[in-house]
C-alpha cells in the first residue's frame, strides 16, 4: 500500500499563491493509498482549492479511476459527450476550452472535483490557469456581497465553450451538436454556500445565460461584474504542465480557463475524471433548481461531508 505511513512522514505541501494552489509531494497517486494519505489531500484541496502532482508517469487510466474512486464517487465521463467508461478526453483535436467556466455547471448536481492528467503535450503552451470563487467572494465589497447573494443565474449547455479554439471547423461543429444533443438548464444561486468547508463561493462561468429575473443587458452587465472579480490575477493560479503531471482542483470553490497559445499543428489531450456533488445551496438556504434535463444518469447527488 502506498502511503506516508510507512516513513512516518506526511506529503509535503508547497503553497503556489496567497489564494489558491499548491504543489503535493511524496505522493504515487493510485488506488492503494491509505486513508491517512487520502485524507490529507483531501484537506489540502479544501484549503488550496487546486492542488498539482509531479512525477506521476505511472499512472493509467484505471489507476487514476481507483484514485477518483477514494477520493469520492465519479461521474460517468460527460452529461452529452460519448467518452471512453471511465475518463472525458480534453483534446486540442475537438476544441479548446478557453474560456472561464466551472464544470457542468448547466446541471443541477454540480461536480464536486475534477482529476485531471496529461497524457500529450505540445511543445511550448497549453498551460492552465484555476481562479478561487471564494477568494473573489471574500474580496467582494459588502454592497456588492449582498447584491450577489440575492441573484440567481440560469445555466445551460447551449452556452458552452465546446465549440471554441481551432481545431478542423468540421471537428469543432461535430463536438458541439453532441454537446447540445440533449439540453440542460439548470438555475442556480449566484453564491453558493461550500458544503464540505462552508465557505461561500460565485457560481458563474461560461454556462450561465441570465440572470434570474434581470433584462439581457442587465444581466451582462452585472455577470460581467462579478466575473472580472473572479479572474483578478491575484485571485488565480497557473500551471504549465509536464508528462505525468496530475492536477485536482476543487469545483465548487474555482473557475479554470485552458491557455491558447499553442499552434494548430501542435496536439494536447489530458484525461479528466469528474466526482460527484450535492445540489448547491444559496445563502438563503434555497437549492438550486432544474428548469430542463434530467442529470440522473450523468451522477448521483452526494451528500455533504460535515463542514
Known amino acids: 500500500m502506498s502511503s506516508f505511513a510507512d516513513s512516518g512522514t506526511a506529503p509535503r505541501v508547497v503553497k503556489l499563491g496567497a489564494h489558491i494552489g499548491a504543489r503535493v509531494e511524496g505522493v504515487r497517486l493510485g488506488g492503494d493509498l ?19 502532482f509531479q512525477g506521476q508517469q505511472h499512472l493509467t487510466e484505471d489507476a487514476q479511476y481507483e484514485f477518483a ?53 505540445p511543445s511550448y503552451g497549453g498551460s ?55 439540453y440542460f438548464e439548470t438555475e442556480h444561486p449566484v453564491v453558493e454556500v461550500h458544503p464540505d468547508t462552508g465557505e461561500r463561493a460565485l457560481l458563474l462561468g461560461c454556462f450561465v445565460k441570465e440572470l434570474v429575473g434581470l433584462s439581457g443587458s442587465e444581466s451582462r452587465a452585472l455577470f460581467q461584474l462579478f466575473q472580472h472579480r473572479i479572474t483578478r490575477l491575484e485571485h488565480t493560479t497557473r500551471w504549465d504542465w509536464s508528462l505525468g503531471d496530475v492536477a485536482i482542483w476543487d469545483n465548487r470553490a474555482t473557475q479554470h480557463y485552458a ?49
Do not use: C, M
Open 34 to 52: 491509505d486513508a491517512r494519505t487520502v485524507a490529507a489531500i483531501r484537506a489540502a484541496l479544501h484549503e488550496h482549492k487546486v492542488i498539482f
Open 69 to 121: 474512486e477514494l477520493l469520492g464517487t465519479p461521474t460517468t465521463p460527460h452529461p452529452t459527450l460519448a467518452a471512453g467508461a471511465k475518463s472525458l478526453a480534453i483534446d486540442s483535436q475537438h476544441g479548446r476550452s478557453n474560456v472561464w467556466h466551472t464544470d457542468v455547471t448547466f446541471v443541477d448536481r454540480v461536480p464536486a472535483a475534477s482529476i485531471l492528467r496529461a497524457v500529450a503535450l
Open 259 to 307: 491557455i491558447d497559445d499553442y499552434d494548430g499543428s501542435e496536439h494536447r489531450r489530458l484525461t479528466r475524471i469528474t466526482l460527484a456533488g450535492d445540489i448547491p445551496v444559496g445563502v438563503d438556504g434555497r437549492p438550486s433548481r432544474v428548469v430542463a434535463g434530467d442529470a440522473g444518469s450523468y451522477a448521483p447527488v452526494e451528500v455533504p461531508r460535515a463542514a
Open 128 to 182: 492552465t490557469t484555476w481562479a478561487s470563487t471564494v477568494a473573489a467572494y471574500a474580496a467582494l465589497p459588502q454592497p456588492l456581497r449582498v447584491l450577489a447573494e440575492n441573484l440567481r443565474a440560469r445555466h445551460s449547455n447551449r452556452y458552452d465553450y465546446a465549440g471554441e479554439g481551432r481545431a478542423s471547423e468540421q471537428n469543432s461543429a461535430a463536438y458541439r451538436r453532441e454537446f447540445e444533443a440533449t
